[in-house]
């Protein structure tokens, strides 16, 4: 699948199987993510955490307060940045939403269903020993995630409705 097929053709998909990914689909996520801009090339900003343990998925969730925000997908990508509470905090969730729509294309063109889940951050914030179970630093804070897994849904062509973003062309 070409790259803006994959653009215009992405819709949030909200229903898995539940089977998981091979170990082949989460390279070539992984790889995604890594292919990512990222500014300032400060990759060592950013922590990547796959959750693909049953478990620690069922206690986001309940720590998210709602056992379905994770629409069962086998996958949680959670990508976490130091914030400071400052401008430059712009940059570091930037840099997340790079990762996790990279990934997200990547998991269009395997034909796998993704969508990115806000909801679930509040999990980190509501039980913070998520974090330890997790394995994310201490200074970072989880900012963008992105479930990903096998769907019944697929990817219908989308004609893009043009103007749907207030736009103006300086020439």
């Known amino acids: 699948m070409d790259v803006m097929t994959a ?4 819709k949030s998909v909200r229903t898995y199987t539940g089977e998981p990914l091979t170990k082949t689909q989460t390279e070539q996520l992984l790889t995604a993510a890594y292919a990512s801009p990222v500014a300032m090339g400060r990759y060592e900003d950013l922590t990547l955490t796959v959750v693909q343990k049953p478990a620690l998925l069922a206690a986001i969730s309940e720590a998210a307060g709602n056992a379905n925000i994770l629409y069962g997908a086998p996958a949680f990508f959670v990508v976490s940045t130091p914030l400071t ?4 905090d712009n ?3 930037s840099n997340a939403a790079t990762v996790v729509q990279n990934i997200n294309l990547a998991a ?3 034909d796998l269903g993704a969508c990115h889940i806000w909801g679930a951050l509040q999990a980190f914030a509501k039980d913070p020993s998520l974090k ?6 201490t200074d970072r804070t989880p900012v963008a995630g992105l479930v990903v897994g096998v769907s019944s ?3 219908p062509a989308r004609t893009m409705p043009k103007g ?8």
Not at 164 to 171: F, G, K, V
């Open 153 to 155: 849904e697929d990817y």
């Open 164 to 171: 749907r973003i207030a736009t103006t062309i300086l020439e």
């Open 108 to 110: 269009v063109a395997l």
């Open 132 to 137: 330890t179970q997790l394995n994310i630093p």
């Open 85 to 88: 509470g400052t401008a430059s």
């Open 7 to 10: 653009i215009v053709n992405r």
């Open 91 to 93: 940059m570091a969730y």
